[in-house]
Structures are given as C-alpha cells and as structure tokens.
C-alpha cells in the first residue's frame, strides 16, 4: 500500500521559511509526479507546486501566489519530496497535504486534484502576522 507521509510543518512569523517533506514509500519515486496541494477550513483544496517525474523532465510548476517564494524539489534515491518556503506569509497558512500521480499532463492539468492517485494525511503550517 502507497503512503505519503508529511512532517516539516509548524508555528512560523511572517517572512519565516519552512522546509516540509513528504517520504514516500513508492516503489519508484522518479516513475511519478510530485505535488503539494493546501487547504484552509471551509475552502477547496489548492494546488501549490508539482513537479514532473524525472523521465518527463522534471519540470516544476508553482501557483502564481508563491512563484519565487516556494520550490519543489525531490530526493529519487531517498524517495522524498521536499517543498521550501521562504517568506511565509499570513495567508499561506494551511494544511499542506503531499500527493502522487503518473502520466503526463499540461500545466494545467498537474494542478488539478483528479491527476493524482495517492495523497498524505498532511501538515499543518501556521504563519503569524
């Protein structure tokens, strides 16, 4: 059974930086597209930034809320995926789930819920004024 499992979240002030990872137990990390969603109580889960498996490129994509703030980047051998977060701001408070899909997509298409086939239980990350 696929798990992704989150750890890195927490209490940060505004302009802080977080670093979250997702390790998971894919028998081949480098077979899939990497994501990071968000979700606030009472509103739609968010995409954030993904990342094509290696075989495809690897290229990464970012909502435009957090371009040159957050990259995506990922560890094959260690099948860990990592998401940094610099300049945290209050509104990027929520919880940050990890999740896992194959193929080939658009743009448009890595940021939909339905690309992905696996997820984790998430972190929460909380950015105060």
């Known amino acids: 059974q696929v798990q992704l499992v989150e750890s890195g979240g927490g209490l940060v002030q505004a302009g802080g930086s977080l670093r979250l990872s997702c390790a998971a137990s894919?028998?081949?990390?480098?077979?899939?597209?990497m994501a990071w969603f968000r979700q606030d109580p009472g509103k739609d889960r968010e995409f954030v930034a993904a990342?094509?498996?290696?075989?495809?490129?690897?290229?990464?994509y970012y909502t435009d809320s957090v371009k040159g703030r957050f990259t995506i980047s990922r560890d094959n051998a260690r099948n860990t995926v990592f998401l940094q977060m610099n300049s945290l701001k209050p509104e990027d408070t929520a919880v940050y789930y990890c999740?896992?899909?194959?193929?080939?997509?658009?743009?448009?298409?890595?940021?939909?819920?339905?690309?992905?086939?696996?997820w984790g239980q998430g972190t929460q990350v909380t950015v105060s004024s």
């Open positions: 990342q094509g498996s290696p075989w495809s490129g690897g290229s990464t």
């Open positions: 894919l028998r081949t990390l480098s077979n899939y597209v």
């Open positions: 999740a896992a899909g194959r193929g080939v997509s658009t743009s448009s298409g890595y940021q939909r819920r339905g690309f992905y086939d696996y």
